[in-house]
């Protein structure tokens, strides 16, 4: 599967929300990833501190995505005063139209600059599309049906996106569901909670 709205060039951005961070790396694979994904990754400040607010529950991505960082395969960055306007709108208003502190940080970081939204909630994704149709936004199930992830991980590949699936309980949308049970065959996408169960019809 080829996924032309993802960027080839390595000076090219990937905003990755906290949901993204955990599900990569539930896969097993999270350094694989970020390495044939070709393009920058950046974190917010905001996203990553949810990160950490989780560690106090004995999760590690914080720190996973903290050694990945400092490796320079992960970027987490402050939001710049130009993204401040989008972020107090996604987090200010009604509940219905308004976001957490990381989802918000990461869309208003990504629109200000001009890169992918790499987010996972169809809140966040069905706000993207109404207030900001010109903004890119993808979903980790779409990075992981990327042919540059698929050949990364070889033989490999489906079980990742297993783990993410059962590990993670990765949210899939649904233009890629079927891809994504291609992928991992109908008897563990029948054991998967994260995904939607196909109906048996009664004879």
Same mark, same amino acid.
């Given at each position: 599967?080829?996924?032309?709205?993802?960027?080839?060039?390595?000076?090219?951005?990937?905003?990755?929300?906290?949901?993204?961070?955990?599900?990569?790396?539930?896969?097993?694979?999270?350094?694989? /990833?970020?390495?044939?994904?070709?393009?920058?990754?950046?974190?917010?400040?905001?996203?990553?501190?949810?990160?950490?607010?989780?560690?106090?529950?004995?999760?590690?991505?914080?720190?996973?995505?903290?050694?990945?960082?400092?490796?320079?395969? /992960?970027? !987490?960055?402050?939001?710049?005063?130009?993204?401040?306007?989008?972020?107090?709108?996604?987090?200010?208003?009604?509940?219905?139209?308004?976001?957490?502190?990381?989802?918000?940080?990461? !869309?208003?970081?990504?629109?200000?600059?001009?890169?992918?939204?790499? !987010?996972?909630?169809?809140?966040?994704?069905?706000?993207?599309?109404?207030?900001?149709?010109?903004?890119?936004?993808?979903?980790?199930?779409?990075?992981?049906?990327?042919?540059?992830?698929?050949?990364?991980?070889?033989?490999?590949?489906?079980?990742?996106?297993?783990?993410?699936?059962?590990?993670?309980?990765?949210?899939?949308?649904?233009?890629?569901?079927?891809?994504?049970?291609?992928? /991992?065959?109908?008897?563990?996408?029948?054991?998967?909670?994260?995904?939607?169960?196909?109906?048996?019809?009664?004879?």
């Amino acid at each position: 599967m080829s996924l032309s709205r993802f960027p080839t060039s390595p000076a090219d951005v990937i905003v990755a929300d906290a949901s993204v961070l955990i599900n990569l790396n539930a896969t097993g694979y999270f350094e694989a /990833i970020l390495k044939a994904s070709v393009c920058t990754v950046h974190v917010t400040q905001n996203a990553f501190d949810e990160l950490k607010r989780g560690s106090r529950n004995g999760h590690r991505d914080s720190s996973d995505v903290e050694a990945l960082a400092e490796r320079g395969l /992960i970027k !987490i960055v402050d939001l710049a005063q130009n993204a401040e306007p989008v972020y107090r709108a996604l987090i200010e208003g009604p509940a219905s139209e308004t976001l957490d502190d990381g989802e918000a940080a990461t !869309i208003a970081y990504a629109h200000a600059i001009g890169a992918v939204a790499l !987010i996972d909630e169809k809140k966040a994704s069905r706000i993207c599309s109404g207030r900001f149709p010109d903004l890119c936004v993808a979903s980790t199930a779409e990075l992981l049906l990327d042919t540059r992830i698929s050949r990364a991980l070889g033989s490999s590949h489906a079980d990742a996106v297993l783990l993410a699936l059962t590990g993670a309980r990765m949210n899939v949308p649904p233009e890629h569901l079927d891809a994504i049970r291609r992928l /991992i065959g109908e008897e563990s996408a029948s054991r998967c909670r994260s995904l939607p169960q196909r109906r048996v019809r009664s004879s």
